[in-house]
């Protein structure tokens, strides 16, 4: 299990009454991914055979001790998805959405990488936690960064958007490490919220536009094409700190 703290504010006093806020220490219980390629939405897809809730956290480790590709079976929401050490590349499959709350994407300890081309929905702010020598692939479907939603990026891994797919919500994206790779081939693009690059790359390789219509900041790390070919921006730009613009493999920028 893993925990999160929840804060709950108590009316007390009656009718003259006053707030007091208690933290309470709720246990959020993994869901172990089993050695089979039954769809997720299925009890025997998991260790135990119950299948994970919103509430839960789906956990890929050793158990699973090969390359795995699994289908959904049907729309799929968990406190957020885990991967450990399992035995391979893990692929998720198209043709649902997997909604994932603030637990987000945990692989700061992989030791493979993942794939998801189900639509994917961040419900709440979450991070995503990529381990160096490690990527996320996010590809297929719709992404959709829901409203009022901050999505962090952090480690030193890569997570890359690629393939065909549609990037919508106002949810904000912030880079506060790692690599941000953008290589989509097609797709619409109704994102409006904002991009923010604190810290780690933004690579550009591909002129279908990441950001929609939402700001983009940048505040530090590095930013370019990393074909090295000249990639335009044309979302407003706010500079807030010191970021490096086109440089070494990441070619030009403007």
């Known amino acids: 299990t893993e925990s999160r703290v929840l804060t709950v504010e108590a009316l007390t006093g009656g009718l003259s009454s006053s707030r ?20 997720l939405n299925l009890g025997t897809s998991w260790v135990g055979n119950t299948v994970p809730g919103a509430d839960n956290v789906a956990l890929w480790n050793r158990t699973v001790t090969a390359a795995q590709t699994v289908a959904p079976g049907a729309d799929r929401a968990w406190h957020g998805l ?17 909604t994932l709350g603030s637990g987000g994407i945990n692989m700061e300890a992989a030791t493979q990488d993942l794939t998801i081309e189900a639509g994917l929905v961040t419900s709440a702010s979450q991070t995503w936690k ?12 719709t992404t959709t960064f829901n409203a009022g ?6 480690g030193p891994g890569t997570v890359e958007f690629t393939g065909n797919q549609t990037m919508a919500g106002t949810g904000a994206l912030v880079i506060n490490g790692g690599t941000l790779v953008h290589s989509l081939q097609a797709g619409t693009m109704n994102r409006s919220g904002a991009t923010t690059l ?32 000249a990639c335009t921006v044309i979302n407003d730009l706010t500079l807030g700190g010191n970021p490096v613009i086109g440089i070494g493999a990441l070619g030009t920028g403007t």
């Open 130 to 141: 990529i381990a160096g020598g490690r990527t996320f692939l996010r590809t297929g479907g």
């Open 198 to 229: 604190n810290a780690g790359t933004l690579n550009i390789q591909s002129s279908v536009n990441l950001f929609g219509y939402g700001p983009l900041n940048l505040n530090g790390g590095s930013i370019g094409s990393g074909n090295a070919t």
């Open 149 to 154: 939603t901050t999505t962090t990026l952090s």
């Open 82 to 98: 885990r991967l450990a050490d399992p035995g391979g590349l893990v692929t998720i499959t198209g043709g649902n959405t997997l």
């Open 20 to 39: 007091s806020l208690a933290n309470i220490t709720v246990a959020i219980t993994l869901f172990t991914k089993q050695e089979n390629a039954d769809a």
